[in-house]
Structures are given as structure tokens and as C-alpha cells.
């Protein structure tokens, strides 16, 4: 059984910068694939951003790509969301997937275990 804890989230102006965190236990954290997606209210959760198990592959939404980079460090068992120009269309709760596969993902019933969420918001 994997657990995944998000951190980071906060309420910030546009333009400015986050860096969510998302702490993973359990499980083989090194080859699974991780990812982000995000849920605003009244909204479906929608994919964000996947990183396959080495780092060597990955894909973003086309609503977040170049403003955002995800990344991890297998030795931390930890993936982050670097976000950077946030926008209020930014806001919602984002959370951390793990998928037992090495493969990436876009697919919100691809993945495996999800964390709890971490709010962000963004004021125009």
C-alpha cells in the first residue's frame, strides 16, 4: 500500500510562484509512475502533469505547459509540481497519483493511490 501526502498549496497572487510536494511511503516509489491532477469546484478532476519512474519521460496538460514542471528525486521517495505564473483559472485541489507502472499516464483511472489534496489558490 502506497501514502501519499501533498504539501505546499497556500492562497497567492497571479504570476507568482508555487512549489507543491508530494511525499510518498510505502510501496516501490522508484518505479512507479507519479503524477498531478486537479480539481476545481464544481469541475472534474482533470489531469495536470506525469512523470514516469526514472524522470526520463514527461507530459503536461497543454493548460499548464511551460508554467509548470514536475519533477522527482527517488532517493526522497517525493514529487514535485514547480508552478510558476499562476493564474486564477490555476485554483483548485491538486493531488499527487501513484500508478504501479512504469509508464505514464494522462488518465485519472490509470493511477493506483492518491493523496488527500492540497488547496491552491490564485487571486487576480
Known amino acids: 500500500q502506497v501514502q501519499l501526502v501533498e504539501s505546499g498549496g497556500g492562497l497567492v497572487q497571479a504570476g507568482a510562484s508555487l512549489r507543491l510536494s508530494c511525499a510518498a511511503s510505502?510501496?516501490?516509489?522508484?518505479?512507479?509512475?507519479m503524477g498531478w491532477f486537479r480539481q476545481a469546484p464544481g469541475k472534474e478532476r482533470e489531469f495536470v502533469a506525469t512523470?514516469?519512474?526514472?524522470?526520463?519521460?514527461?507530459y503536461y496538460a497543454d493548460s499548464v505547459k511551460g508554467r509548470f514542471t514536475i519533477s522527482r528525486d527517488n532517493a526522497k521517495t517525493t514529487v514535485y509540481l514547480q508552478m510558476n505564473s499562476l493564474k486564477p483559472e490555476d485554483t483548485a485541489a491538486y493531488y499527487c497519483?501513484?500508478?504501479?507502472?512504469?509508464?505514464?499516464?494522462?488518465?485519472?483511472?490509470?493511477?493506483?493511490?492518491w493523496g488527500q489534496g492540497t488547496q491552491v489558490t490564485v487571486s487576480s
Open positions: 510505502g510501496g516501490t516509489f522508484s518505479t512507479n509512475t
Open positions: 497519483a501513484a500508478r504501479r507502472s512504469r509508464y505514464t499516464s494522462r488518465t485519472y483511472g490509470d493511477y493506483d493511490y
Open positions: 512523470i514516469n519512474w526514472n524522470g526520463g519521460g514527461t
